[in-house]
């Protein structure tokens, strides 16, 4: 009888905690519940995607005012069109020092993102397109499609091809720092004498 007692006072607790966390858990949808160290969470400063009664418009992110740049940005300010590209052609020079380690940086880097197509040594006989991809013209023997021979191809037109694209190539200024098509420019020149 008494055994019957304990294992009814037992089930009850149970069946209690039990229905307390249930309901207790239940009760708000939007409660995160229990938090370790809230502040984490809930910090004073805002959320990017936060009301925010100190702007007009009452958002938190704002768009950054005409004509800034992020710190470190460098910026081209040549047009992706054929008279942007004459114009870097004859504004736009390196800066870079031409030294050994910056040389083989550039082979690095070319040999990385550009010889797929252009071949290791810029004939544009790359692995791609030995599978049938759009040859580029060899940057030695070819001609570039907007005029000239490729081996004469200035600094400001290979750095505004490596940022624009061209045609069947795509932009590379995601991929590439302006220091490091500076880089691969100095390579490029090399391969521009093969
Ligand atoms: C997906 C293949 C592909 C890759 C990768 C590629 N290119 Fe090209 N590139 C081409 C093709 C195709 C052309 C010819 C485009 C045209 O003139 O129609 C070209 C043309 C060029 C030209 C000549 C532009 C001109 O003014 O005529 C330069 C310079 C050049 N590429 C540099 C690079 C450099 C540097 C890289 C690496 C950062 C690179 N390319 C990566 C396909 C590629």
């Not at 959320?47 to 460098?74: E, H, S, Y």
Request: with cysteine; net charge positive; hydrophobic share 35%.
């Amino acid at each position: 009888m008494l055994a019957m007692n304990k294992f009814r006072i037992l089930g009850t607790i149970v069946i209690v905690i039990a229905a307390s966390i249930v309901v207790t858990s239940c009760k708000d949808k939007r409660s995160t519940g229990w938090e370790y160290a809230p502040n984490m969470y809930e910090h004073i400063a805002y959320d990017p995607d936060q009301k925010n009664n100190n702007f007009k418009d009452g958002k938190t992110a704002q768009v950054p005012p005409a004509g800034t740049i992020p710190v470190g940005f460098v910026k081209f300010d040549y047009p992706n069109t054929k008279d942007g590209y004459e114009l870097a052609s004859v504004e736009v020079k390196t800066v870079l020092a031409q030294t050994q380690a910056n040389y083989k940086d550039g082979k690095i880097l070319f040999e990385h993102f550009c010889s797929p197509c252009h071949g290791l040594s810029g004939q544009g006989d790359g692995l791609v397109v030995q599978h049938g991809y759009p040859p580029p013209p060899s940057y030695s023997k070819g001609q570039s499609s907007r005029g000239g021979a490729m081996k004469d191809l200035t600094d400001g037109k290979i750095y505004h091809t490596i940022t624009y694209g061209v045609n069947a190539m795509g932009s590379y200024a995601s991929q590439l720092a302006p220091e490091e098509r500076w880089k691969v420019i100095m390579y490029v020149h090399h391969l521009q004498t093969l």
